[in-house]
C-alpha cells in the first residue's frame, strides 16, 4: 500500500532559525515526490518537485528537498525562516497514484 | 503558468439544494480533480476524470457527482446539500495520459457554507 507520513502535524520556529518539515513514504515503485505550500484560504502551491536525477532539489521562496532512498525520506528544509513562510505543507508523491500527506502546519513566531 | 480557477471563493446554500462548483484550467491538462479539504483530514479526493466524459470515484465520492463535457471543465455537484459538506473545496488538473500523470496545480478553492 501506499502512503505518506509527515511527522507533527504542527512545527513551531523561531524567525531565522532552521525549518525542518519531515515526510516519509512507503511505495512499491519509484515515486515522483513533491512539497506544496497552502496559505490560508489559499489553494496549494508547487515548492519543489524530485523526478529522476539529483537527489537535492531547490524550489521557490529557499525551501530545498533531499530524496533518500534508504530511508525513503523527503525532508524540506530551509536555512533561514522568515514570517511569511508560516503556512501549511504537504508533502505528496506520485507512484501508482497521486497520494497527499496530511499536512505540517508551520508557524513562525517572532 | 498554468490557471486554474474556480467559479466562487464563497459560496453559502441551503440544506436540500442543489449545488455546482466548476473548475476550469488553461493547460490542456487531461486530468483533473476534486478534492474537499478539512481541518485534521487534510485532502480527501472525491472524484478524478483522465479524460472528457470519464470519471472515477476517489475516497469519498457519496453524495456527489460530477461532469466533464469539455476538456477544460470539470465540475462537482451536490445532487441535495447537506450541513456536512460544509468544507473547502479544490479543483486541480494535471498532465498524464494514464490515471494520475504529474504534478497536480490547484486552483485557489471554494469555501462552501450549508446552513
Known amino acids: 500500500a501506499q502512503s505518506v507520513t509527515q511527522l507533527g502535524s504542527h512545527v513551531s520556529v523561531s524567525e531565522g532559525a532552521l525549518v525542518l518539515l519531515r515526510c516519509n513514504y512507503s511505495?512499491?515503485?519509484?515515486?515522483?515526490l513533491f512539497w506544496y505550500v497552502q496559505y490560508p484560504n489559499q489553494g496549494l502551491q508547487l515548492l519543489l518537485k524530485?523526478?529522476?536525477?539529483?537527489?537535492l532539489v531547490k524550489g521557490i521562496n529557499g525551501f530545498e528537498a533531499e530524496f533518500k532512498k534508504s530511508e525513503t525520506s523527503f525532508h524540506l528544509t530551509k536555512p533561514s525562516a522568515h514570517m511569511s513562510d508560516a503556512a501549511e505543507y504537504f508533502c505528496?508523491?506520485?507512484?501508482?497514484?497521486?497520494?497527499f500527506g496530511p499536512g505540517t502546519r508551520l508557524s513562525v513566531l517572532p | 503558468d498554468v490557471k486554474v480557477t474556480q467559479s466562487s471563493r464563497y459560496l453559502v446554500k441551503r440544506t436540500g439544494e442543489k449545488v455546482f462548483l466548476e473548475c476550469v484550467q488553461d493547460?490542456?491538462?487531461?486530468?483533473m480533480f476534486w478534492y474537499r479539504q478539512d481541518p485534521g483530514l487534510g485532502l480527501r479526493l472525491i472524484y478524478f476524470s483522465y479524460d472528457v466524459k470519464m470519471k472515477e470515484k476517489g475516497d469519498i465520492p457519496e453524495g456527489y457527482s460530477v461532469s466533464r463535457e469539455k476538456k477544460e471543465r470539470f465540475s462537482l455537484i451536490l445532487e441535495s446539500a447537506s450541513t456536512n459538506q460544509t468544507s473547502m473545496y479544490l479543483c486541480?488538473?494535471?498532465?498524464?495520459?494514464?490515471?494520475?500523470?504529474?504534478?497536480?496545480?490547484f486552483g485557489p478553492g471554494t469555501r462552501l457554507t450549508v446552513t
Open positions: 524530485y523526478t529522476t536525477g539529483a537527489t
Open positions: 511505495s512499491s515503485v519509484p515515486p515522483y
Open positions: 486541480a488538473s494535471s498532465l498524464g495520459g494514464g490515471t494520475w500523470g504529474y504534478e497536480q496545480y
Open positions: 505528496a508523491f506520485y507512484g501508482q497514484n497521486f497520494v
Open positions: 493547460m490542456d491538462h487531461e486530468n
